[in-house]
């Protein structure tokens, strides 16, 4: 009976480490997007539609990509395009703050110059970089705690129980 009332909250507790490293994986793939999209943006402006299938083609998050200029030959607008690409890749395992700086860059992408559009990509990877490297020290910070509350949690409940 102690392992199962220790082994649950265990089990919730990595769950939770799951979930934290999800974000942080598609964290970095939207970061490489918008690398990539720098890198296409710095030697020619193709229209969005030919920049997320050369993003296809290179293999740069291939499913979000793919639905995003699916969306985009469909008649959708950029913005309501990288939304659904962000449904498909997971964007319930982001926080508000990520999601609303998500939203704000498909709101502003390819409003203004080449240049502006550079700049907006170079913000985002940094965004992204630095929403990995908090998910990383909390994870750190925290993940003995996660582990050793569920421990205990589960001990309690079975002295509760016995």
Known sequence: MLIACCCFPCV?????????YKAIELLKNLKQVNEQINFILSGSAPDAVVLFRALCDRNVFPAFCLRVSENLLSGATFSESWINGLEVAGIDLLSATEKEEFLSFADSFGLGSIEEQIRLCNRFAQFSEKAISE?????????KLYLSGSLLFG???FVLLY
Do not use: D, E, Q, T
Not at 135 to 143: T, V
């Open 155 to 157: 001990a309690f409940i």
């Open 135 to 143: 998910r990383k020290m909390n994870l750190a910070k925290n993940g």
């Open 12 to 20: 919730l507790a990595m769950l939770r480490f799951v979930k934290i």
